[in-house]
């Protein structure tokens, strides 16, 4: 249920902020440098569940922002639980922005409880029901890894920027400017994926991982995509997963499979294994960003840089 935390005021903080301001006119401070804002160094403090997103409020936020991400690299959402210090965070922030759709399957109890009296916001709220698709295992649910159609993140970006602006309307300007520039490199972004995975032969034009990670990416991308577990990792895989997708590998001559780098390997290499055995021999073509980004710093910790490197790394494998 994407749309069931929606942006909910702090009635107490609007308030606050009401007689801050009206102060301050009435001072007529000579200096009237203090933001009417919580906050460390009057900046507007976002936590964010997946990195993913606190990547574009960074970028959308600019120095008006700080960001703390609470799931870092390798890290899965689908089992994520707030820690103690998560919880703290969460207490501190102005405002909390996650994906929605049950991708923090974990934590949905915590978020709901916050969105009464904090501004917490879905990151999916804006994309229409007929662009999500289903989880294959659970038809009521969608598919929550939104993020590998470009498109849709560019969807959350102006999610984001709006929020931005409404919290903090004094810097409209610069969010809107910052939210404009990071717009462009992700059309870029999205072009480029589209052209790169095009350049791979049809008939090798198959992506197979060890959870689900991939729809939206092959809906998108136009590339056929088969994973081994559903689309949560909560969910087990069994012998006959492992052996259906064994069978598929040898059927039709896929010659690698990509690993990833918040989900265990083990069931991939099982299915590598189990090929083998047949007498058909299948690589790992590498490792792909999914449900994580990259280890701060480098560039597979952005969001562009993850997707970058899933395109650059599908390519040179199967192409
Ligand atoms: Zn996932």
Redesign the pocket.
């Known amino acids: 249920m994407q749309t069931k935390f929606s942006v909910k005021k702090a009635p107490l903080r609007r308030l606050i902020m009401m007689v801050v301001v009206l102060g301050a006119a009435i001072a007529l401070s000579a200096c009237g440098s203090n933001e009417a804002k919580k906050g460390t160094e009057g900046k507007l403090n976002i936590v964010a569940t997946i990195g993913m997103i606190g990547d574009v409020a960074e970028q959308v936020g600019g120095d008006h922002v700080t960001v703390t991400s609470l799931m870092g690299p390798g890290v899965?959402?689908?089992l994520y639980k707030a820690s103690q210090g998560d919880m703290k965070k969460l207490d501190g922030a102005d405002i909390v922005f996650y994906n929605g759709l049950h991708?923090e399957g974990k934590m949905v109890d915590i978020l709901e409880k916050m969105s009464s009296h904090k501004t917490t916001v879905a990151v999916s709220k804006t994309i229409p029901e007929a662009e999500l698709l289903s989880d294959p295992v659970a038809p009521d649910s969608h598919d929550?890894?939104i993020w590998f159609n470009v498109q849709n993140w560019m969807k959350a970006t102006e999610v984001i920027r709006d929020t931005l602006i409404e919290a903090d309307s004094a810097h409209a300007e610069d969010y809107r400017k910052n939210a404009e520039a990071f717009l462009t490199q992700l059309k870029e972004t999205d072009d480029y994926a589209r052209e790169q995975i095009g350049q791979i032969p049809e008939e090798h034009r198959i992506l197979v991982t060890a959870?689900?990670?991939f729809h939206y990416f092959g809906r998108a991308y136009n590339i056929q995509v088969m994973g081994l577990q559903g689309?949560?990792?909560a969910s087990e895989y069994g012998s006959k997963d492992v052996s259906d997708l064994r069978d598929y590998l040898v059927e039709h001559h896929i010659k690698a499979v990509f690993v990833e780098s918040?989900v265990s390997t083990k069931a991939i290499e099982a299915v590598i294994e189990g090929a083998k055995k047949m007498g058909h021999t299948v690589e790992i073509g590498g490792e792909l960003f999914?449900?994580a980004m990259g280890k701060a710093g480098t560039t597979e910790g952005t969001y562009i840089g993850m997707v970058r490197h899933n395109v650059d790394i599908i390519v040179k494998a199967l192409k």
Do not use: Y
């Open positions: 899965d959402p689908h991708l929550p890894h959870h689900d990670a689309i949560s990792t918040s999914s449900d």
